[in-house]
Structures are given as C-alpha cells and as structure tokens.
C-alpha cells in the first residue's frame, strides 16, 4: 500500500479528436500504397440531418386526420412546367438514378418491380437503360451524363422523363471511376470501351458548359422528343440557392438536389467525405430559390441524399420538397449490407453496416 | 423537294415534319431555308432522307441523327451531330466546339475547320476534317476515325481509349497516353475508304496515325504525374 501512495496520480491514455485511430489507419494506408482511397457510398461522417427536426404534431390549434380511416393523398405529378406528359406518382418518393455496372441486372429488374408496385419511377444511370429497368418499371427516367455511357436516341424516346445529371451529392463536380473488376462483357459493350479497364466517368458534359448552353441543351431534347416528356435537372448540393435558380432558368421541368450523404458506386473518399453539403442544409435555399423566382410547386423539387424512413421523406416535404429519391436505402432493402452475410463481409475484412468497397468484388450479374 | 422557311415556320414543325418520316417516305429531299444559325435544327431524325439546311446554323444541328444525310450550306454551331447513331452529316464551313462530341456511328464531313475538342468522347462514329482541329480534340475517345487533313492543335486524343486518329499536317502536342503509332497496310484502307467517302483528294500514305499507348487503362499510383 505504501508503494502505490507514493506514486503520483496519472492521467488516463487520451485518444486524439484529430488524430483518431481510423485518421491514423487512413495516413499509414496512404503511406504504403502513395494513393487516394476509393470506396463506395455516400458520407459517413456525422452531419446534420433530418434526426435533428421533430414534427409538430396537432393539438388544440391543428385537426388530424383519423388515422388508418380517413383518406391521406399522397401523389404528387412532376414536370407540369413544360412537359405535355408530366409524371404522375402514386406516392413521393422515387427511386434514384444508379448505374447499371454499379448494379446488376436483377438488381435493376427488382427496382423496377418494386417501384412499380409501389406506383412510383425508377432511374437509369451511368452505363444507359437496360431492358430489364425498361420492361419492370412502369416509369423510368432515364438519365443523361456526362460520359454519355450508352446513351442513345432510340432509348430517350422509351424514357418517361429525362434527367440532366449535372453532379451528385457524393462528388460534386467530380466524374465517377468504375472499376475494372465491375466490368463485365455486356458492361464493356453498352458502354463501349475495353473489358477490364477501370472505366472514368467524365466530371463535365462534353457539348455544354454553363447555364446558358444548358438551356440550348434542354432545347434539343425537347426538340428530340416532341416536348413530351418531363426535363429533369440533378445536381449535387454545393450552391443550392443559385444552382436551382439557373436549372429554372435553363427550363428545368424538375430540379434534383441531391445531397452529401447520397451514394456513389466508387469515387475518391476524400471527395465524398469534404465535398458538397448535407442533405437538411440544401433543402431550404433550394425552396427559396423557387419562392423568389415565382415557380415554387410549378418546377418540382425532388430531394436526395440520405433518405432512410417515412419520417425523412415527410420532413423533406415538409421543408418544401415535392418529393424525395432513394438509393441506398433500396440497396439496403435489397439486401445490402444485411446481417445476415455477416460471415461473408468478415472474410472480405470488414462487417455489415460499414462494407463500402463494392467495385472491389467481382459479382456474378446476368 | 419538299421545302421548308424556317423563320417563317418555326423550329418545331421542322423537326415534327423531320421526324415523322418513316423508312419508305417519298418525301426523301428537304431544304430547309433561312436558317439563321437556330440551334437543334434537324435533330433527332430516323430516316433515310436528305436534309439541305441553306446557311448557317447555331448549336446541335443533326444531333443524334440516324440514317439521315444532312447537308449544311454554311458554317455550324457548338455540338454538330453530336451523339449520331448513323448516316451523314456534311458541313460545307466551319464547324464550333465539340463537333461529333460522344457520336456512335455514321459520318461527319468537315469541309473547313474545326474549333477545339472536335470528337470528345466518340464512340464509334468517323468524322473527317478537311481543314484543321482545335485543342483537346478526341479527349476521351472510345471508338471510331477521326481523320484531320490539315494540322491538329494542343493535346491531341489525351486520356484516349480506341478511337484512331489520323492527321495530315503537324500536331501542336499530344495528350496525355495518346502516341504515334505504325500505319499498317489496314490503315490505310479505312483511310482511303473514309476519304473517298468524305469527297477528299488527300492521300492516305500522307497521313500519320495517332493511338492510345493504354498505359492509363488502369488506374495505377505509377501513373500520377499523368493524371
């Protein structure tokens, strides 16, 4: 007892805020290897989001609704600014562009099945529309890209509504990268480039640049397809405020703001985690951008970007949103990540929940 | 002949008359007069029928053209066919930006020059140039010919995958990845048929051939300074 009273107090090993044990992995990885991570989803990193709002629910001064009686519409029609066949959803919540590479074809044919199910669209992606999202999806926007993967006029013409993706909430501004091991023959030939080489999505359009040629742009696909179908304009959140003025001002039948928590199939860590804004914070600029220009409720506002629950999607709406996409949350209702493939996920070196390195795989696909 | 005023008119009866016709229409000649350098005239077309556009026009004209020969009396805007499945589209002046930008098949003939970047992005189409290319032309390109008759200018075919270049007079520079490379006997098939089919005189064994050096194919720490 003596000795132990002669010893001064010590303090308790303190972890660095800064320099914490995944930083620290991530600096000895970078190290070995002299190269940027690239991994799969959107930001992981905490940032504010709808867990921080709560409804107010009625009381004295607001009626409800009986619940489970009486009747709740919940659809909601995009693209009545210009387009003669504007999309009509059963319910607000739509299925967000994910590319086909990224996702198998049975994957892509379940969406489209479910949506359906559900009364709502699904989206294309990188890579051009597959006759599976085409044949199982009753509405299908099909989406126009930079890279251009796949993209041809005899599919614009089957498309339900066009997006213009201009950026994603995962990487603003930045192309995509599509591994090689995701590249399988029907991948390499829809997108016409070799099997097996790690495939860059270009970051920019390679015929537009700015506002201005964008409105000439959506000019040219309503021209291609008779001013029928809906314009839709995606961009990831960084300047959400005047990003949605210029979509309007280009003739944006629909704006997209898609923020940072939306996922990506791979693209540089760095990237996802300190680029673009989070989801809650780009929501009311984007609205007030519609309210000032007059349109609000005119030109639709779809939301994405971390989108989990019913709860997410009311605040959403509720903050000015017309509707809201989902994508991993699909993913995740399509078995991603689920518990039950923890053995597998564990001889890949990780476990459910975390598992973000999917272009490292190769899957089988049809 | 069928003939249509297009600032009397209007862009979208041209491009609804364009695009109703079918494969066995008898209206198979258009003229289009007072062009005016509108954008997205005669865009989308999917038939065999010959287009001629009297004068200049602005952005994306014959964009995304199928089986369709459009003839442009005049010089063209930003994005000239760009993403064409197949047919012809034939530019008697000079074409903008992005001329041929992500085209899957067909031909574009150039008769003068073209600005920068001129088949970004191809993918399969072949363009021929008579006169010379701007900067940053075949950025990114997948697949197809791109045939200059005359000087190519600052970083020619960078990041290319497997669309074959060809060019008459002087490159300013390459692109990153993109080399010199052999014209082999085959070669010089495509490029005889290509300038036959483009109403060039040049010959072929003038020509020098410019390839991918597929050395960014995979993405390597080896290669950073390229990047």
């Known amino acids: 007892m003596k000795d132990m009273d002669d010893q001064p107090p010590r303090t308790l090993p303190i972890q660095s805020a800064t320099f914490t044990n995944p930083i620290n992995a991530e600096i000895r990885r970078a190290a070995a290897t002299g190269i940027y991570d690239i991994r799969g989803g959107g930001a992981k990193r905490k940032v504010p989001h709808f867990d921080d709002l709560l409804f107010l629910g009625a009381s004295v001064s607001r009626y409800p609704l009986e619940g489970y009686r009486e009747r709740c519409d919940t659809s909601v029609t995009l693209g009545t600014r210009f387009a003669k066949k504007p999309i009509e959803l059963d319910i607000p919540i739509t299925i967000a562009g994910m590319s086909f590479g990224a996702l198998s074809g049975p994957a892509k044919e379940a969406l489209g099945r479910g949506a359906s199910a559900a009364g709502t669209s699904t989206t294309t992606g990188d890579g051009g529309m597959t006759p599976e999202e085409r044949g199982h999806s009753s509405k299908l926007v099909y989406q126009y890209l930079p890279s251009r993967y796949g993209m041809n006029p005899n599919d614009l013409r089957k498309a339900d509504a066009i997006e213009i993706v201009v950026g994603q909430g995962a990487k603003p501004g930045g192309g995509g990268m599509l591994l090689g091991q995701k590249i399988s023959d029907r991948v390499a030939e829809m997108r016409t480039l070799p099997k097996g080489i790690d495939q860059r999505s270009a970051c920019r359009h390679p015929d537009w640049t700015g506002p201005d040629d964008l409105e000439i742009k959506i000019l040219e696909l309503r021209e291609i397809t008779g001013w029928q179908v809906p314009i839709y304009v995606k961009v990831g959140a960084t300047r959400p405020y005047y990003d949605t003025a210029l979509a309007v001002k280009a003739g944006a039948d629909v704006v997209v703001m898609d923020g940072m928590q939306g996922g990506t199939a791979a693209t540089q860590d760095v990237f996802i985690e300190h680029v673009g804004l989070p989801t809650l914070s780009c929501i009311r600029p984007a609205v007030q951008a519609l309210q000032d220009l007059g349109v609000h409720r005119e030109v639709q506002l779809v939301i994405s970007g971390g989108i989990r629950t019913g709860a997410d999607a009311a605040k959403a709406l509720a903050l000015g949103a017309d509707a809201v996409a989902i994508g991993t949350a699909a993913l995740v209702a399509l078995g991603d990540n689920d518990p039950k493939w923890e053995a597998e996920y564990q001889k890949l070196g990780t476990t459910t929940g975390a598992y973000d390195d999917w272009h490292e795989v190769k899957t089988r696909r049809a | ?227």
């Open chain 2, 1 to 227: 002949m069928q003939t249509y005023d297009l600032e009397a008119d209007g862009l979208r009866g041209l491009n609804s008359a364009l695009q109703a016709q079918q494969n066995a229409t008898n209206q198979t000649s258009w003229e289009v007069v007072n062009p005016k350098g509108s954008h997205a005239i005669a865009v989308g077309l999917d038939a065999p029928i010959e287009v001629t556009i009297k004068g200049s026009t602005g952005y994306y004209c014959a964009g995304m053209n199928q089986q369709a020969t459009v003839k442009v009396e005049g010089s063209v805007g930003p994005g000239v066919a760009e993403n064409m499945m197949s047919g012809q589209v034939i530019v008697d002046g000079d074409a903008s930006q992005y001329a041929g930008a992500t085209g899957h098949g067909g031909l574009l003939v150039i008769k003068g020059n073209a600005s920068s970047r001129c088949g970004i992005s191809m993918k399969g189409i072949d363009i021929v140039v008579h006169g010379n290319i701007g900067h940053m032309s075949a950025f990114m390109a997948q697949d197809g010919n791109l045939v200059v008759c005359g000087d190519a200018g600052d970083a020619l075919g960078d990041s290319l995958y497997e669309a074959r270049l060809f060019v008459r007079g002087s490159v300013k520079s390459l692109g990153a990845d993109c080399i010199e490379k052999e014209m082999r006997p085959e070669h010089i098939e495509i490029l005889k048929d290509l300038l036959d089919r483009a109403g060039s005189d040049a010959k072929p064994e003038e020509f020098k051939r410019y390839g991918s050096a597929r050395q960014l194919y995979n993405f390597d720490v080896d290669n950073a300074a390229a990047y």
